[in-house]
């Protein structure tokens, strides 16, 4: 596993300092307002090194271990929900970057583009046609975090034509233009996961990539790039989800300290209930942590090993994140409810960490009907789910 403290918890990335964390939390309010991250942040973070954690260091990332990416997400996520859940998904996109170019076009652009922020989607939405020198590209791909802040785009096509289907990765410029504004919500609202919408979008050719649906990356001895999609992308959020919870739980027990219920005679904290809550909260939380560190273990052995995880391990896995983010949904809704009308005021932050722990459940890796899913493929039916 990664590196830890004395505790025993995952360390994050050394290059993530507590002065940016401090930034990221002032900056927080306002990035919500707007809707959109706050882009002298991500760039910000894009020349620590911090939007490559999961590029192999051969092509011009950091090459981190998963662990200290969740922990990365953990700490972002605790200063501010959306800048944790944006700095997430554009490692993530800057991964299927790496995973699907050649090499020599991945390690050519971060020579030229170490800070690059990379924003995009791997949900095939878009359409791709060959012409000379290239691709054409048309479609509009939903929930695409960070669009507002990155300096490029990774989207995933159809090659038109093909059966059984091929898909086609690419990279362009980042373009404001092509931004349609549909991101109005509740939760996590600083994230910008806006559309982007493209028509007859030309893409040379050293900039896109066609793999088999649903195949692997090309071959890399990174452990990371040998586990299926559905490995590589559910234990990330488990952070931001994770992140929250532990929020929440801090600003409860600031809370407590400090209020009087109405007619009762002493603080909050002195309350048979607020400790019920507490004690859950941090149970929820720890347990959801405990099974995601123990189940990445075991997936990372095997791939480091160079073997095949089997379909038991990954429900495993999966059923772990899943759970672990539901986990946090409760325990922070148990907060909110013990703190009693103070958390639906605007003033206090729990209202708000209930609405973004909730909408981390929205990703369809994460959701809660993954945990019936991986219950029917330990009882030995099949997933009814290709990302299994």
């Known amino acids: 596993m990664a590196s830890s403290d004395s505790g025993g918890r995952w360390l994050g990335p050394p290059e993530l300092v507590d002065e940016m964390l401090a930034r990221v939390r002032a900056c927080g309010e306002r990035s919500d307002a707007q809707r959109i991250p706050d882009r002298d942040i991500m760039a910000d973070l894009g020349r620590l090194g911090l939007m490559r954690l999961l590029v192999p260091e051969e092509l011009g990332g950091l090459g981190r271990h998963p662990a200290e990416f969740i922990e990365f997400t953990h700490r ?15 490692n993530e996109e800057a991964e299927i970057f790496a995973a699907h170019l050649e090499g020599e076009t991945v390690s050519r652009f971060y020579a030229t583009h170490p800070d690059a922020v990379i924003a995009g989607s791997g949900v095939p939405r878009g359409l791709v046609r060959p012409v000379e020198g290239g691709w054409m590209a048309s479609g509009r791909w939903t929930f695409v975090s960070g669009c507002t802040a990155a300096d490029w785009w990774v989207v995933a096509n159809v090659v038109e034509g093909t059966q059984p289907k091929d898909l086609c990765h690419i990279l362009i410029p980042a373009d404001p233009g092509l931004i349609e504004d549909t991101w ?3 939760g996590l609202r600083g ?11 030309f893409v040379p050719a050293h900039y896109a990539a066609v793999v088999a649906n649903h195949s692997l990356p090309k ?8 586990l299926p999609s559905g490995l590589r992308f559910p234990f990330p959020k488990t952070g931001v989800a994770s992140g929250i919870a532990r929020r929440a739980i801090d600003e409860f027990a600031a809370l407590a300290d400090t209020k009087t219920p109405l007619f009762a005679r002493s603080e909050l904290a002195s309350r048979p209930d607020a400790h019920a809550a507490m004690a859950r909260a941090e149970a929820l939380l720890g347990a959801g942590q405990a099974f995601v ?3 990445l273990d075991e997936i990372w052995s095997t791939a480091a090993a160079h073997g095949e995880v089997t379909p038991a391990q990954h429900a495993r896995a999966r059923l772990a994140c899943s759970w672990s983010v539901q986990n946090c949904i409760e325990a922070v809704e148990t907060l909110v409810t013990a703190a009693g009308s103070t958390a639906n005021f605007t003033a206090s932050p729990l209202g708000g960490l209930l609405n973004d722990v909730r909408a981390v459940a929205g990703h369809f890796m994460v959701g809660s009907y993954q945990i019936d899913t991986a219950g029917r493929v330990l009882l030995g039916q099949d997933a009814g789910d290709r990302n299994f």
């Open 76 to 90: 972002l996520s605790y200063a501010h929900p959306s800048t944790g859940w944006v700095a997430m998904t554009c």
């Open 184 to 186: 109005h919500t509740v």
């Open 191 to 201: 994230t910008g996961s806006n559309d982007v919408v493209l028509s007859e979008h």
């Open 219 to 226: 071959p890399n001895e990174h452990p990371f790039y040998r």
């Open 293 to 295: 560190a123990d189940q």
